[in-house]
């Protein structure tokens, strides 16, 4: 499957994105997608995931009560909702797919084989 990340952009501190990833390629339905994201000199990191029927969300930590993940498989795309962004969410945000990821998986980088190719997001302060 291959991922096409878009919607990224430069927004003040408080300010909202939202991130879009199409799929093409195999049947992206049987698909669990995630969204991570990497700052400079950082490690890649989880930020979202759903699981391919849409009725299971996974948030990190950080993006709890603040990012929202849904997916449209009619499309196909996933989104990630970004709202009250603070400066330390700038960051390369990368979609990942995966069709062997499980509920006990959702979260680990390594877990997805199907990768995007980063959309940076920069927020001022």
């Known amino acids: 499957v291959q991922l096409q990340a878009s919607g990224g952009g430069l927004v003040q501190a408080g300010g909202s994105l939202r991130l879009s990833c199409a799929a093409s390629?195999?049947?992206?339905?049987?698909?669990?997608m995630g969204w991570f994201r990497q700052a400079p000199g950082k490690e890649r990191e989880f930020v979202a995931a759903?699981?391919?029927?849409?009725?299971?969300?996974y948030y990190a930590d950080f993006a709890k009560g603040r990012f929202t993940i849904s997916r449209d498989n009619a499309k196909p795309t996933v989104y990630l909702q970004m709202n009250s962004l603070e400066p330390e969410d700038t960051a390369l945000y990368y979609c990942?797919?995966?069709?062997?990821?499980?509920?006990?998986?959702?979260?680990?980088?390594?877990?997805?084989?199907?990768w995007g190719q980063g959309t940076q997001v920069t927020v001022s302060s």
């Open positions: 990942a797919a995966d069709n062997a990821v499980s509920m006990h998986t959702m979260t680990f980088r390594p877990a997805y084989n199907y």
């Open positions: 390629g195999r049947t992206y339905s049987n698909y669990a």
């Open positions: 759903i699981n391919w029927r849409g009725g299971r969300t």
